[in-house]
């Protein structure tokens, strides 16, 4: 008897994903929760586990085919399958010939948004002959609102739905000289959303970046002061993460614009601290989330950090791990960027941007000195933030850098 292999639950909001890499081919013997195949979704790539032990009898869905929750993935038939190995191997590539050839044709129209648009939105849709693809959604993960079909309506929007393909041919063809010597690679689902996703921050946020500079010097001295002792007791390094960490949310509590979002004409605001920190894997950017940092110690955080960062690297992020954020930080200093103007995560309200620390002549009590320098930025959403709160948001994280006491005495 055959057990079939389906597509797990993916997690909140996501219904589909990219078959990724088979571990095993035809003819394999299994064990039972053994990693068979990866599945690519928007945010993490997840691998799935055998449902029981047997002979991998059948592949069906090939690598690059794009898959919905529960599809049929294969089959694992019982016992070692000697003789199913052997008949195997000559069937199933002829078999799956045809649905590889056609993944990409799939796979090429993913859907917009994992939201429909709203009862309301879904009339005025059809009333005005648009489609959801044509309209900047700002509900919940992005979900299409009456208001946003509002605003598209008197923006004048009604592209045909005929002209969206030719959008994608916008790249000139090379020479025949310079086509030899480039490699077309399709886009992974995760680098395909982290475009979409980054683009939609630009075209939906009124995104505006206000800038400051940190002299570390306290929290460097304090680091280097308890580093070996801290190591010694938390089994973790301390770095500067756990810092600007707490920085953050002593300074989001006192704005909490900053901390919020915007979900319609509504405007959400979050009572907790859910940090989102920015970690570069061999794959693209990811997001992990630190929740309730506030309620944590500088340790706590500098353990939970290193426990996500690990598992980014490792491919291992659950869904649970990536998803609730409402304030992200980013650290391009550990690539050597002095600056720089960081994109909304949305539908955050911001993002703050830590950068090199640089050895810079600054004034202090009319003498000039060498301090160790930082410039911040934090970029945030200029409909829900007013300019006065972002500098004023920053002015404090300034502040509990260069007195950490203040993080201790939560001043």
Partial sequence: MATEIRVPTLGESVSEATVGTWFKKVGDAIKADEPLLELETDKVTIEVPAPAAGTLSEIVAQAGETVGLGALLGQIAAGDGAATAAAAPAAAPEKKAEPAAAAPAVAAAPAASSMPPAPAAAKLLAENNLSADQVDGSGKRGQVL?????????????????????????RAPSTAEDAVREERVKMTRLRQTIARRLKDAQNTAAMLTTYNEVDMSAVMSLRNKYKDIFEKKHGVKLGFMGFFTKAVTHALKEIPAVNAEIDGTDIIYKNYCHIGVAVGTDKGLVVPIVRDADQMSIAEIEKDIGRLGKAARDGALSMADMQGGTFTISNGGVYGSLMSSPILNAPQSGILGMHKIQDRPVAIGGQVVIRPMMYLALSYDHRIVDGKEAVTFLVRVKESLEDPERLVLDL
């Fill in 146 to 170: 009456k208001g946003d079909v509002l605003a598209a309506v008197a923006k004048g929007i009604s592209t045909p739905v005929a002209a969206e393909p030719a959008k994608v041919q916008a």
